[in-house]
């Protein structure tokens, strides 16, 4: 049966409608997935943002390391470095030269060590074994004062408040401010707050020394002055003369103005004797 105008007109419309209907779908969910994609991009962007603010300085830090690093091995390079911690040490430097560094100690050479001279600093204490170079002087920066040495053997201390230098062997220059002290084997220079630039000599070394009827306690007084020592003796015979010329070590000739006395040394430690 033929539909009437007005049956068709509705189905028509409703047709219509419906198609409408599932274009407005297409066309929001194509709204939306544009919008979605929008707000991803943004983000993305803001992601990027937040990962440049924090990589930006980090990477300027790493640099900034590097750059302090590459400084710090340029110094490093230019100077060799000898240094103890809590044990002492033997190295051997690069002239041959023998150092045997106390706990603490360093010893810090320029790169050009060896070349035109041998120059150092020096922190702490130390004995050296220098090789022989009449060309090229052994010169130690000790802070408060200087030594230089051709080849010898010697033992430095810089560290104590006392301030030390004992040859072995060979010969050594000191300078400290405007005085020059020169060293033999077996000579000793110290320097302190109660006795500035003080030289005197090792127990071992052979000294001769002139008495004409002087007192016992000043012939042991001149004794204590040239070995730095402390002796000790019963009073009752300070008072007694001793005459004559002697030439010995320390021991030899406390033993010879001793003998008329019936006295003995004997040493309690290196710094102190008594006489019984």
């Not at 060799?80 to 010893?107: A, C, Q």
């Not at 042991?220 to 000790?232: G, M």
Request: hydrophobic share 35%.
């Amino acid at each position: 049966m033929p539909m009437s105008l007005e049956e068709e007109f509705e189905k028509n419309w409703k047709s219509v409608s419906e198609e409408q209907n599932r274009m407005d779908d297409i066309t929001d969910r194509k709204t939306w997935a544009g919008i979605e994609k929008k707000i991803q991009k943004k983000k993305s962007v803001k992601k990027l943002y937040w990962a440049a603010a924090v990589l930006i300085p980090l990477f300027m830090l790493l640099a900034v390391f590097r750059m302090a690093d590459s400084e710090e091995g340029a110094k490093t390079v230019d100077q060799y470095v000898y240094e103890t911690l809590e044990r002492g040490k033997s190295f051997r430097l690069p002239d041959g030269s023998i150092v045997e560094l106390n706990p603490y100690s360093k010893l810090t050479l320029d790169k050009g060590f060896g070349d035109k001279d041998r120059k150092m600093v020096f922190m702490g204490q130390g004995k050296f074994n220098v090789a022989k170079d009449k060309e090229k002087p052994f010169r130690i920066n000790a802070g408060a004062f200087n030594v230089q040495v051709l080849g010898t053997q010697f033992f430095l201390d810089q560290k104590s408040i006392t301030k030390k230098v004992e040859l072995f062997e060979g010969k050594v220059k000191i300078e400290h401010g405007k005085i020059v002290t020169y060293l033999l084997p077996k000579e000793i220079w110290m320097n302190d707050p109660q006795r500035l630039d003080y030289h005197y000599y090792h127990p071992e070394k052979q000294r001769s020394f002139t008495f004409d009827r002087s007192d016992y306690s000043e012939a042991i007084k001149q004794l204590e002055n040239t070995y730095n020592i402390s002796i000790t003796y019963p009073a009752q015979f300070k008072h007694k003369k001793v005459s004559g010329a002697f030439t010995g070590n320390l021991k030899e000739v406390l033993s010879v103005i001793s003998f008329p006395f019936n006295l003995k040394p004997e040493n309690i430690n290196e710094k102190e004797i008594i006489l019984k």
